[in-house]
């Protein structure tokens, strides 16, 4: 299980084999330390004793911490999971050559695939209940799988000479998602097209807040798999930036988070905004359904497997990739 930490003047500490979460001096939770996955903190003013880090260390269960908007800014990990030196002697190495590029060349056709499969999950329920919308929706999944063909077209030596054409590409289609967003969400809530930080309305919000919990989902898969999170290829160098978790996020997003989004819309749950900033209990439920839907299964490699493995499975072939090891495969969703 993921624990979700969201209350200001919240404790966590530990009490035999158990973490213990008060509230203004009352236990509100206890949870044993192999039932828990990850801790996420996303409050101020929450206090955590160091018996509790070392035990969640001991057990491997990382702690990540983030604001109440979603960016993320501090993380605990267990120091021997990044020891595995041949793997990132290789990811780096891999930079330099076409492993680059065929590594960055499935990640967004897994994307693009995922946002194709999005769409179609819930156009089906259009086609008969709104054709017009519905064939709205089809005519943009045509553009958009036109232009996927020009993906396999783009070459280079390494990642540096493709990553404009395949940004360009990304974005193209990138532009006709997020209308076909705009179509299945109209009505229920005004979303004014796709909108990073600074966005004020509520999908957008739910969407940035859902990405950061993503986020410390890949972050602690690419970590277990010895990989390093900062060595990217499609996102550019940034001090500070996580650019390898920016890069494998790209195939889970919309199975992870956008089909949470969209569906917690049209369901018309109630969401509310405080100082442009989702509110807590909005917060809480969105976490919620995000990690009822890391625990949910999709088929993958022949069998029914949790989202959050297939996450994992996914950070390992990464891994097994750049050591030249195996090829890489996109998880791509059902619909």
Known sequence: MQLFISNYGTFVGKKSERLVIKEKGQVVGEHPFHDVEHVMVDSLGVSISTDAILDCMEHGIPISFMTPSGNPYAKLIPPTLTGTVVTRREQLFAFRDQRSIELCKAFIDGKISNQINTVKYFAKYRKTANPEDYKQLQT????????????????????DDARGSIMALEGRIGNLYWECVKLLTSGKADF????????????????????????????????????????????????????LVYDFMEEFRQPVVDKVVIAMVNKGTDVKLSDGLLEQDTRRALAAKINERLESTERFKGKKQRLKTIIQTQARRIATFVRNEAKYKPFICGW
Do not use: W
């Open 192 to 243: 004014p097209g796709r909108e990073h930080r600074g966005a004020e309305d509520a999908i957008n919000s739910m969407l940035n807040y859902g990405y950061a919990i993503l986020a410390h989902q890949v972050e602690t898969a690419l970590t277990l798999a010895g990989l390093d999170p900062f060595g990217g290829f499609l996102h550019v160098d940034r001090p500070g930036k996580k650019s």
């Open 140 to 159: 943009m999944l045509d553009k958009m799988a036109l232009i996927a063909k020009e993906l396999s077209k783009i070459k280079g030596i390494c990642i």
